[in-house]
């Protein structure tokens, strides 16, 4: 039984209903929580309180009939997040459910508590209503695994979202979901990296997913990038988003391991080298340094870690067996994986 509140109300044509709601707003009377109630010809707007005089010299202005009166009204339901379109859960599941999910295209990838893990159904049903456009709702069941870096997904409500297009920053990315890395929470790294390249660079995307960097950097810059991953899906995706994308530098996808492609056919080539391997990174410093130009250029490592001297350490220690000068640019904590580790980049500049 849906609970309805006592409130004085005006009753006016249905023909009036529209520019006797505007008076009321306009004077601040209307209830704006509460459902109008339609009548056959008439309509039965809530106000907060009876009517003022100004109000009524108003509406005889613009030649509005109306009665005052009281009546029941019910409050509309206010959506403002999914959670409130879950229903029939228990209170422990619903205290647990997360505020925070990604969006990659039609899809919805969601880490859902242990706890509220039976409702998945539910919860996924609720985000399909909330978002008109998804299609399918996913449930990350696991951590990221294996050298293609994939996230364990279950399917949780709608249906399987085989390949989509994911946007960031006006750059668009075909995804195979399921099957590729894909981290809406770079988005940020993608662009500030795109920003630092000047036109005329050679680059290489050393681990390049579906090439959140490169496409980035080449709708922004005119530089040439090598972009290369070992996963199929991944480098298929990134020549599908060369077609629907407006360049103006150059990818050439490579599929293939990074340490042996690049290692022993690009000595001293590239102006920057991106490093976006974060659990390996450091195995790959000694090609990286191989293909940099002789004159210098910039190295971005990226690399878990619970503290940044960490980080900072294992780099300069590792680097200078390879390269003589460097000079560290920049470190920022790139995003909070859990409260123990973190992404962190360096910036160096390595001569
Ligand atoms: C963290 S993801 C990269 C994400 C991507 N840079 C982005 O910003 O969206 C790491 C990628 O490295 C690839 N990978 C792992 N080992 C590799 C290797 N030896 N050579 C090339 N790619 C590799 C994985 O397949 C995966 O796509």
């Known amino acids: 039984m849906v609970e309805k509140i006592k ?6 044509h249905k023909y009036d209903a529209e520019k006797a709601i505007r008076v009321l707003r306009k004077h601040g009377l209307l209830a704006t929580d509460f459902k ?3 009548c056959k010809d008439v309509v039965k707007i809530p106000t907060i309180k009876p009517l003022t005089k100004n109000v009524k010299i108003a509406f005889n202005n613009e030649d509005i009939s109306f009665k005052e009166t009281v009546d029941y009204f019910e409050r509309k339901s206010i959506v403002k997040t999914y959670k409130d379109l879950v229903k029939n859960i228990p209170k422990e599941a ?6 925070s999910y990604d969006i990659v295209g039609e899809a919805i990838l969601i880490r859902i508590p242990e706890e509220a893990m039976n409702y998945a159904q539910i919860i996924g049903e609720a985000l399909l209503r909330f978002h008109k456009n998804i299609k399918g709702v996913y449930a990350v069941t696991g951590e990221t695994y294996g050298e293609e870096r994939l996230t364990p997904l279950k399917l949780i409500a709608g249906n399987n979202v085989e390949k989509t297009v994911y946007v960031e920053h006006g750059v668009k990315f075909v995804v195979n979901i399921g099957k590729t890395y894909i981290n809406p929470s770079l ?3 993608h662009h500030r990296i795109a920003e630092e390249v000047s036109d005329g660079e050679k680059i290489l995307d050393m681990f390049c997913g579906i090439g959140g960097f490169s496409l980035t950097i080449a709708c922004r810059k005119k530089a040439e990038i090598c972009a290369a991953d070992i996963n199929p ?4 995706s990134l020549i599908s988003s060369l077609k629907i994308n407006k360049l103006k530098g150059t990818i050439y996808p490579i599929l293939g391991d990074s340490a042996y492609v690049f290692s022993k056919f690009f000595n001293k080539t590239f102006d920057r080298v991106i490093m976006n391997l974060p659990g390996n990174a450091y195995r790959f410093l000694k090609y990286a340094c191989r293909v940099l130009s002789g004159n210098g250029g910039i190295i971005h490592y990226y690399r878990f870690a619970e503290a ?3 980080v900072i350490f294992e780099f300069l220690r590792l680097i200078s067996s ?3 000068v460097v000079k560290i640019l920049y470190i920022r904590k790139v995003i909070e994986v859990s409260p123990r580790k973190r992404l962190y980049v360096i ?3 390595v001569m």
Not at 7 to 12: L, T
């Open 7 to 12: 409130m004085s109300c005006i009753v006016v």
């Open 36 to 38: 109008v109630m339609r």
């Open 94 to 99: 619903m205290d647990k459910l997360p505020s």
């Open 187 to 189: 988005s940020f790294e």
């Open 233 to 236: 899906y991944a480098i298929k």
């Open 308 to 310: 940044i001297n960490e």
């Open 322 to 324: 390879f390269r003589s």
């Open 347 to 349: 910036d160096a500049y």
